[in-house]
């Protein structure tokens, strides 16, 4: 079954830190990944996705994902946490194709970002 | 920039009433989806839209449920006889299927409150 898991539910980091949230997928094809994320009261707005090809892949605000098909694992980070940075962060699969597919979500994570 | 857009923000309604929730996806996006978030819970998938029918469901996507692109901008969720357990956060997404990137973009959400 394809399922999707983020590990930490809550992190807290220190601005100016680095930052890797971890996602791990299970899926039987070549998955579709992408992280989004969501501020308090907002939508889910897209941060990266990975589709094929480089498996490090930058995204906006300065985010990047590494795609590690040995691991099942579509990791996100960023090298210097700032305070707008705070909000829930999800990973999915998406089980894409000719009908538009869905989306597969995880737990979320949220980041908490101290001064 | 093109957005999705959802109203109401907030409904409030009584268990058993019926409720109709609605979106506008992005223009020239030929794929619409409806999620729905309970409140500390995982973003789920409920139903995929495409070519004037369902493309695909969820198993909670019941009897109760029914979507309807009923003009060439509107697309609607409604709910038949609300449930307390049906108080969540709906998603609306679009998306131009692989050809147009791969990505669903979100609605702000609309929070449905049950009574």
């Known amino acids: 079954a394809q399922s999707v898991t983020q590990p930490d539910i809550h992190i807290t980091v220190s601005e100016g830190a680095s930052l890797e949230l971890r996602c791990n997928y299970s899926?039987?094809?070549?998955?579709?990944l992408f992280w989004y994320v969501q501020s308090p009261g907002q939508g889910l707005q897209l941060l990266l996705k990975?589709?094929?090809?480089?498996?490090l892949v930058q995204g906006i605000k300065g985010f990047e994902a590494e795609f590690k098909r040995s691991q099942s694992s579509f990791n996100l980070r960023k090298p210097s946490v700032h305070w707008s940075d705070a909000a829930e962060y999800f990973c999915?699969?998406?089980?894409?194709?000719?009908?538009?597919?869905?989306?597969?979500f995880g737990q979320g994570t949220e980041l908490s970002v101290k001064p | 920039e093109p957005e999705v857009t959802q109203t109401p923000s907030h409904q409030v309604t009584q268990m058993g009433q019926e409720v109709i929730l609605r979106c506008v996806p992005i223009?020239?996006?030929?794929?619409f989806y409806w999620y729905r978030q309970i409140l500390g819970q995982k973003v789920e998938f409920l139903v995929s839209?495409?070519?004037?029918?369902?493309?695909?469901k969820s198993e909670i996507f019941d009897d109760q449920f029914s979507v309807e692109r009923p003009d060439g901008s509107n697309f609607t969720l409604k709910i038949r006889s609300t449930k307390l357990e049906d108080s969540a956060m709906y998603f609306c997404?679009?998306?131009?299927?692989?050809?147009?990137?791969?990505?669903?973009?979100f609605g702000p959400g609309t929070r449905l409150t049950v009574l």
């Open positions: 997404a679009s998306s131009g299927g692989l050809a147009g990137g791969g990505e669903q973009f």
């Open positions: 899926y039987g094809a070549t998955p579709y």
């Open positions: 990975y589709f094929s090809g480089d498996t």
């Open positions: 999915a699969v998406g089980a894409l194709g000719n009908q538009g597919g869905k989306l597969i």
């Open positions: 223009s020239n996006h030929l794929y």
């Open positions: 839209f495409y070519n004037n029918e369902i493309s695909e």
